[in-house]
C-alpha cells in the first residue's frame, strides 16, 4: 500500500511564499509519476503540476506558471511544491497524488493566503 502524506501549509499573506512537502512510503522512481492538485472551498479539485522523471521539466496549469515549481528528492521520496508570490485564490486543500497502476491520494494540507 502505498501513503502520501502532505504537509507545510498554513496561512500567509498575499505575496509571501510557502513550500509544501509530500513524503511516500514507497521508492518514488518506482512510480510513474506524482503531481499536485488543489480544491478551493465550494470548487471542484484541480491539477496545479505534475512531475514525472527527474530528466523531464514538470508541467504546471496557467495559472501557477512562472509562480510554483515542482521538485523532487528521490533518497527522501519527497516531492515539494514551491509557491511563490501567493494570491488569495489560491486559497485552498493541497494534494498530493502519485501514481503506477493505481492512484494514490495523500490528505491534503490547507492553504490559506489573506489579501
Known amino acids: 500500500q502505498v501513503h502520501l502524506v502532505e504537509s507545510g501549509g498554513g496561512l500567509v499573506q498575499a505575496g509571501g511564499s510557502l513550500t509544501l512537502s509530500c513524503v511516500v512510503s514507497?521508492?518514488?522512481?518506482?512510480?510513474?509519476?506524482m503531481a499536485w492538485h488543489r480544491q478551493a472551498p465550494e470548487k471542484q479539485r484541480e491539477l496545479v503540476g505534475v512531475?514525472?522523471?527527474?530528466?523531464?521539466?514538470?508541467d504546471y496549469v496557467d495559472s501557477v506558471k512562472g509562480r510554483f515549481s515542482i521538485s523532487r528528492d528521490d533518497k527522501k521520496n519527497t516531492i515539494y511544491l514551491s509557491m511563490n508570490n501567493l494570491k488569495p485564490e489560491d486559497t485552498g486543500i493541497y494534494y498530493c497524488?502519485?501514481?503506477?497502476?493505481?492512484?494514490?491520494w495523500g490528505k491534503g494540507t490547507l492553504v490559506i493566503v489573506s489579501s
Open positions: 497524488q502519485g501514481w503506477d497502476k493505481q492512484i494514490y
Open positions: 514507497v521508492n518514488i522512481t518506482n512510480l510513474d509519476g
Open positions: 512531475i514525472t522523471s527527474p530528466t523531464i521539466t514538470p
